[in-house]
């Protein structure tokens, strides 16, 4: 896909962690990126949780995984990364959560908000869900429509100087039937390079094994497509 094709320019990533967006979309962040997108993360957790270390407090490891996050936006070109800080593994789709998100988005103005599936799949594995990425991807849907752009929702967002803002798409990762591929072949390296910045999650595994399991995953999303290595996402279009 030419992701041009519709003038767009400004995206925004909202996941839960710091590590997220690394895992399930930077190459097509990188993508944007190298085409001239404005790109903003947006992480809803102080990552204070993800951890086995006994001997770390969940202040230090907050701390720890924000300096990871930003050097793995300075490794994408990232306009911003911004986080919201509610605690790591309590997340909720909160009325509160929604207003942040939908302040940011109101902020930065995307064309484009790419977030997580608010969905549990039961498929096995990982795949059964994290709560918070499923409360993530639940408060972002709502804060894209309709509290973005509807003035009268949260006022006091339009008494701070937010205006709203009508998102064009939203693109979901994780979604169990995608219809949107991104080819990512040119940006794997760079997609790597991110992910490797949050030492403190790759429990001493390698960039050799980021690599492998990076490309593994996305050889697989471009089986049939045309494409080496792609990323997938289900496509909601909203009238602007």
């Known amino acids: 896909m030419d992701m041009v094709d519709k003038d767009f320019c400004r995206g925004m990533v909202v996941v839960a962690h710091a590590d997220d ?8 962040v990188a993508k944007m990126c190298a085409e001239g997108w404005e790109m903003v993360y947006v992480m809803c957790t102080d990552g204070s949780k993800g951890s086995s270390d006994r001997e770390i ?7 720890m995984r924000r300096a990871e996050q930003q050097n793995a936006g300075k490794a994408l070109g990232l306009k911003d990364v911004v986080f919201l800080d509610y605690e790591d593994s309590m997340l909720e789709p909160t009325l509160e959560l929604r207003k942040d998100i939908a302040r940011e988005i109101r902020r930065y103005k995307p064309d484009v908000v790419i977030t997580m599936y608010p969905m549990r799949s039961l498929n096995g594995g990982w795949g059964v869900g994290h709560p918070d990425h499923m409360a993530a991807g639940e408060a972002t849907l709502q804060a894209v429509f309709p509290t973005a752009r509807d003035h009268m929702t949260f006022p006091e967002l339009l008494e701070a100087g ?15 039937e995608p219809d949107l591929y991104i080819d990512v072949t040119q940006h794997m390296d760079t997609s790597v390079a991110a992910l490797m910045e949050h030492k403190s999650q790759m429990g001493g595994r390698d960039e050799a094994w980021a690599h492998e399991r ?14 080496q290595y792609a990323e997938a996402f289900k496509r909601i279009e909203f009238r602007r």
Do not use: D, N
């Open 21 to 28: 967006a690394e895992f399930g979309c930077s190459g097509t």
């Open 57 to 63: 407090t969940q202040q230090e490891l907050a701390s």
């Open 162 to 176: 937010f205006e709203p803002h009508k998102v064009a798409e939203v693109w979901i990762m994780g979604h169990p």
């Open 214 to 227: 990076m490309r593994e995953w996305r050889r697989e999303r471009a089986i049939g497509k045309g494409m």
